[in-house]
């Protein structure tokens, strides 16, 4: 089944070819284990001074940082030459690795609605989310080619669907990734599907129970352990096991709170039953900003943030007479609402920085490649640079309690870090390596182009396309052409010249030509989307592949219309 719905998918651009190689040319084992970075931009004690130092790495772990060091002679040399060094970012709260499962359609098949069996119910707080996580899933490159290195995983679910772990993004095994199988108990105010408990105040309820019942079932295994003559042998619950490091403070709750409400619900139910809790993937903290910054808790921020508002293109063209015999004043005024709420996402981070809350942040629901941009909103909105990137390193590490080994480039931490072609959070910049527990991946950077304006119509014509989908290269054209204000695209392949491909939803702003078309197959229709980058007389971007993934696609123009 997936090697048809794979097939179906690409052959929008290629050709399949029976002995397509299997080779991972992302997985070359490393010649040795001494890597010598030369002369490289770093912030190390002060954070507004950028200095130049060498860093001396060593079997996965960094031997020594300073100015003018000289190379070991067996060691790997990457020169500076203008780059700049940070420590890897630490995401803090995700489902790294983990596929999305199959949504049930039905409701599940219980005699009892009130009392379904633990799983149906969402209640499995003794699995461990590791055991979800495929070692090869795209999530994971996709995290270390956009600068991170480690990751907190929690599993999917319901109410408490399990015990989240920390791994390393580097490793041919899941074994080999982990750095901790049982770092968190993770709790959601998520009901289950037609049975209890279904609504929030359900989950509250039965949340309260398992607690006060894992005392009462720890109390129990103690007694018996000091004193087993005459009493009988506790019962083994597999729930309440995993609770008891919950009552007992030992194991921290990451209660998901992405909803004001949820934070408030959160707040209460510590302050009730007294577990050491962090308050993971919010995105509004401002209604209860005063009782976090008194209690001084733990916050993972969601690093989602809504789309900004496109402004008018006819006020920005100067058409301010059709604009406004267009507008519509109810409209505008919603227009205004929505840009006044998406303003308060974009400053939520802001508002904790201002208000001394320490805080990390969460990548659950945005893309890795999304992150820098929503970074400069929120900057934009009055966040600190510093604050910024502190809330994805040493912060995220001492939330986790992996100070001592990573979230910060010192000697002896692990060689966890990215190297940049300019200050990170520069527009224009762009990560070059990646380099996790001292192994090193190197990331072509595209020259950044031009952008065309709107009024420049030179896109039409017909233009050459090479895609590159496991490392095999397949070439076509992309025919553009234009009645009155509509743009028309078809998708021709080299191998299949007769069967042109109509796309869709054209859209093209500002250099950036975007489109979609479906691919028919045996069991339904698949979406695909293409971002071509056009500079004059040549493009590249990405094409996205249903859930299978982006591919680099490039080209350059064959004709115009009158030739």
Not at 90 to 97: C, K, L, Y
Not at 191 to 213: D, H
Not at 362 to 385: F, W, Y
Request: charged share 25%.
């Amino acid at each position: 089944m997936h090697k048809k719905l794979f097939f179906a998918i690409v052959s929008v651009f290629i050709l399949i070819k029976p002995g397509l190689a299997q080779t991972d040319y992302n997985n070359v084992p490393d010649v040795t284990g001494k890597i010598f970075i030369n002369d490289v931009y770093l912030k190390q004690y002060n954070p507004d001074t950028f200095l130049i130092h060498d860093i001396l790495i060593d079997n996965g772990i960094i031997k020594n940082i300073a100015p003018a060091m000289e190379a070991p002679f067996d060691a790997r040399i990457i020169e500076g030459d203008s780059i700049y060094a940070y420590s890897a970012f630490i995401d803090a709260f995700s489902h790294t690795g983990i596929p999305q499962p199959e949504r049930r359609q039905q409701r599940p098949d219980v005699q009892f609605r009130g009392f379904p069996p633990n799983d149906i119910a969402g209640i499995t707080p003794e699995k461990m989310a590791f055991k979800d996580i495929k070692a090869n899933d795209k999530s994971i490159a996709a995290l270390r080619k956009s600068g991170f290195a480690v990751s907190h995983v929690v599993p999917r679910g319901n109410m408490l669907p399990g015990q989240g772990c920390i791994i390393s993004l580097k490793g041919d095994s899941v074994e080999d990734m982990i750095l901790d199988e049982s770092s968190s108990c993770l709790f959601q105010l998520r009901g289950a599907r037609g049975v209890y408990p279904s609504t929030v105040i359900a989950v509250m309820a039965k949340w309260r129970e398992l607690n006060r019942q894992a005392e009462l079932y720890s109390a129990n295994n103690k007694s018996y352990a000091l004193d087993p003559v005459s009493k009988e042998r506790p019962v083994m619950n597999s729930v309440l096991d995993a609770l008891v490091p919950v009552v007992e403070n030992r194991r921290r709750v990451f209660s998901h709170a992405q909803s004001n409400k949820d934070v408030y619900r959160s707040l209460v139910l510590q302050s009730e039953l007294g577990y050491d809790v962090v308050l993971s993937n919010v995105r509004r903290v401002e209604p209860a900003i005063e009782a976090l910054s008194q209690d001084k808790m733990h916050i993972i921020l969601s690093t989602e943030l809504p789309d900004a508002v496109k402004e008018d293109k006819k006020k920005e063209k100067g058409n301010e007479e059709s604009a406004k015999e267009e507008s519509d004043p109810r409209r505008e005024a919603l227009l205004e609402r929505k840009k006044e709420s998406i303003k308060e996402f974009e400053s939520q981070a802001a508002l904790l920085e201002s208000k001394d809350v320490r805080f990390a942040f969460s990548m659950m629901d945005v893309k890795a490649t999304d992150l820098k941009a929503n970074l400069e909103r929120m900057i934009a909105a009055g966040l600190s640079e510093q604050a910024a990137m502190n809330a994805l390193t040493i912060n995220a590490a001492e939330i986790l309690g992996l100070e001592k080994i990573c979230g910060s480039l010192e000697k002896g931490k692990m060689a966890n870090l990215f190297l940049s072609t300019g200050p990170y959070l520069d527009k224009e910049s762009s990560i070059k390596y990646s380099i996790v527990e001292g192994h090193v991946e190197e990331y072509e950077i595209r020259k950044k182009k031009r952008a065309l304006s709107n009024s420049d119509n030179s896109i039409e014509g017909t233009w050459s396309f090479s895609i590159d989908v496991m490392g095999d290269l397949n070439t076509g054209k992309i025919v553009i052409t234009k009645e009155a204000d509509q743009y028309e695209v078809n998708i021709i392949n080299d191998a299949a010249p007769d069967d042109p491909r109509p796309c869709s939803d054209i859209s093209f702003e500002y250099g950036t030509l975007s489109l979609s078309l479906i691919v028919p197959y045996e069991d339904g229709d698949l979406p695909v989307q293409l971002s071509l980058d056009i500079d004059q007389d040549s493009f590249n971007g990405t094409a996205t592949i249903g859930q299978l993934g982006s591919f680099p696609i490039e080209g350059s123009k064959i004709s115009s219309p009158e030739n």
